[in-house]
């Protein structure tokens, strides 16, 4: 059954401390996302990787650190420097970064909270 | 810098009408248009896709366009029912990315 997993399901970080999203990927696609979404926005992106080894800055990646050193997963870290990171996090894939006809497939999100 | 904007924000319909869903965006140099289905709590799923080279596409009773000269989509969802209930978001894909508009809230009433 292919998809893309992503836990824990809900996260909690206390003041200080970095913590780590899992996503991970079996569709054999090139492309990862990470997307933020708070209540009554859209979705903003905080980096993506076109290929292994390789990661790009979306629009809000200050606060924000990921890898990608296999196809299948992509982790996000959400560093002390986010002073504001309660949000819901979701991941992304896609076949291909470039290109007309490449349809994004999410995971089903992390809810990350503050204590 | 492109900018969608997805109007009503918040749609309450009785069960059985026929609707229309709106997106705008600013730039019209996108390589493809996607409509997603959100559900309280839960990841996106993927309804529709349009390249920028075609005009609608259609999945059972949802249909979807695209005028790119006028930056300009509608979904549009025929004889509509509760389980349609949801949150409507488009995106539009530049050269790597995508942009999101903030999502129409769907309520169909039984």
């Known amino acids: 059954d292919g998809g893309i997993t992503q836990s824990p399901k809900y996260l909690f970080r206390k003041e200080g401390q970095n913590v780590t999203l899992s996503c991970e990927q079996n569709?054999?696609?090139?492309?990862m996302y990470w997307y933020r979404q708070d209540p009554g926005q859209g979705l903003r992106l905080i980096y993506y990787?076109?290929?292994?080894?390789?990661?790009q800055k979306g629009d809000i990646a200050e606060g924000y650190s990921v890898s990608r050193e296999k196809k299948e997963s992509f982790p996000l870290t959400v560093t002390s420097a986010q002073k504001n990171p309660t949000a819901f996090y979701l991941c992304a894939s896609s076949r291909l970064a470039r290109g007309e006809g490449e349809t994004q497939y999410f995971g089903p999100g992390t809810r990350l909270l503050v204590l | 810098k492109q900018e969608v904007t997805q109007i009503p924000a918040a749609l309450s319909v009785p069960e059985g009408e026929n609707l229309v869903l709106n997106c705008s965006f600013t730039?019209?140099?996108?390589?493809?248009l996607q409509w997603f289905r959100q559900d309280p709590g839960k990841g996106l799923t993927s309804l529709l896709l349009?390249?920028?080279?075609?005009r609608e596409q259609t999945s059972g009773r949802l249909n979807a366009s695209l005028d790119k000269s006028s930056g300009r989509s509608t979904l549009y969802i025929a004889a509509s029912q509760p389980g349609d209930s949801a949150t409507y978001l488009c995106a539009v894909k530049g050269t790597y990315k995508y942009i999101f508009g903030t999502g129409t809230r769907l309520k169909v009433l039984a």
């Open positions: 569709l054999n696609h090139d492309a």
């Open positions: 349009i390249q920028s080279s075609q």
């Open positions: 990787s076109q290929i292994v080894n390789d990661f």
């Open positions: 730039d019209s140099a996108i390589y493809n």
